[in-house]
């Protein structure tokens, strides 16, 4: 077991290229079964997620091989349907393999996916369209059993934008007879590039990033090599912790369209943010001023996977600010490990009350989720003294070279074994 040992107060300066995104890596690395031919993803970033998804896809019996950040996927000797608990347990988007082992095998099982606790994230809109599509499902003693003769296009409503359950049906019907209609799609520009990614392979999907997405479904995939976007979770991250900190610094591979709303929200604290192209400038004096109200919402709305981290920045921003969780309810776990920095905030149901002081203290910090742990590394680094932050396996699931990145920046961080 790791921790970071933190000396805050030192403002950011700098260059960085986003690593891959991973809310896009996991379902490629799943659309890789769709086909008897090689798959290479390049710039695989190395974090837990990625790890598990790759042996996830070793354990159903595709043959792997990982080589200066690239993935290459054989999934010519799959021979398995059924996808382990135990790695299942770590990893919430081992769910993405449901629909495209159903496609592969017409069978499929699995048991309830896991991930970091930040709240319900039933899996119902999945089950329901996989349902809409001919898939037989039941659900005992934790597993979910799927099965389907043969997969058939539908008009499917989604009750709410999942993008998740978007997602796993596109894998599902791309290769399903006929049309598949999905409405109230999710938006996210993760969805893009999986269109893009199986478009590329050979199917016909169209209208991701809109409402609705269309499904004609083809007889065969082919192989290829494809790069995924950049990682817009990870580049607002570190642009908030330039925002809070003070300095400036330079994102890559990021179109400031992905991640407009955080934008939006640090010019109002204070930040001065040139963008052009997929380059992200930034900087800030680090005196911050606080934002009325911060409402998290699908895309394009601010992410729910910036909320913590935005939070965090608002501790120390002149004036309050409200934080309303949207998405997930159990999300502001985080807050307890602020207020032992001297963070002044309040948790009434899905909303933060955030009043801000003037500085925090260092203090001992146990990272309980991927981004509130992220969050407290950006709390240390604002910090007066020193802070220690555990739990880092955490981090490690959505963060490559955490710790090398910042320093590059110019922070005062270290990692060391426990």
């Known amino acids: 077991m790791d921790k970071y040992i933190i000396d805050g107060g030192e403002k950011l300066y700098g260059k960085l290229q986003a690593q891959s995104a991973k809310n896009t890596v996991l379902p490629l690395l799943a659309a890789a079964v769709l086909t008897d031919e090689q798959v290479k993803i390049r710039g695989v970033p190395s974090i837990n997620d990625v790890e598990n998804m790759l042996l996830i896809l070793s354990e159903v019996g595709c043959k792997i091989k990982r080589m200066k950040g690239c993935a290459v996927i054989d999934s010519s000797n799959a021979v398995s349907h059924e996808i382990p608990a135990r790695l299942t347990k770590e990893l919430r988007s081992s769910v993405f393999m449901l629909g495209s082992v159903l496609t592969r095998f017409r069978r499929a099982r699995i048991s309830y996916p896991g991930g970091c606790d930040i709240g319900l994230r039933p899996i119902d809109l999945h089950l329901s369209g996989l349902k809409r599509l001919g898939v037989t499902i039941v659900e005992e003693n934790g597993y ?48 893009v590039d999986l269109q893009n990614f199986l478009n590329a392979m050979g199917a016909n999907v169209k209208g991701a990033g809109g409402g609705t997405v269309v499904i004609q479904g083809v007889k065969t995939l082919h192989g290829l090599e494809y790069t995924p976007i950049g990682d817009r979770i990870e580049a607002g991250t570190y642009l908030v912790a330039a925002a809070s900190c003070g300095g400036e610094i330079e994102i890559n591979g990021v179109p ?95 909303t933060a009350i955030i009043r801000g002081v003037e500085k925090l203290h260092g203090a001992y910090l146990t990272a309980s989720d991927l981004r509130g742990g992220a969050a407290l590394v950006l709390a240390a680094l604002k910090a007066e003294g020193q802070s220690t932050v555990t739990d880092l396996s955490h981090i490690d699931r959505g963060y490559a070279d955490f710790e090398c990145k910042l320093r590059k920046l110019g922070a005062k961080i270290r990692r060391v074994r426990i």
Do not use: W
Not at 272 to 298: F, Q
């Open 144 to 191: 979910i059993d799927c099965r389907a003769d043969k997969l058939v296009g539908a008009e499917i409503l989604l009750d709410c934008p999942s993008v998740g359950a978007t997602e796993n049906i596109i894998l599902a019907a791309v290769k399903a007879e006929g049309t598949t209609v999905i409405r109230n799609a999710a938006k996210e520009p993760e969805i």
């Open 256 to 350: 400031a369209e992905n991640i407009a709303a955080l934008l939006h929200k640090l010019r109002e604290n204070g930040c001065k943010i040139y963008a052009k192209n997929d380059k992200i400038i930034l900087s800030s004096d680090g005196k911050l001023k606080s934002v009325h109200l911060v409402e998290t919402s699908p895309f394009p709305g601010f992410p729910t996977d910036l909320q913590a981290q935005y939070s965090t920045l608002s501790c120390t921003a002149r004036g309050t600010t409200l934080v309303v969780e949207n998405l997930f309810e159990t999300r502001y776990k985080y807050a307890g490990e602020l207020r032992r920095m001297g963070a002044d905030i309040t948790i009434r149901d899905r």
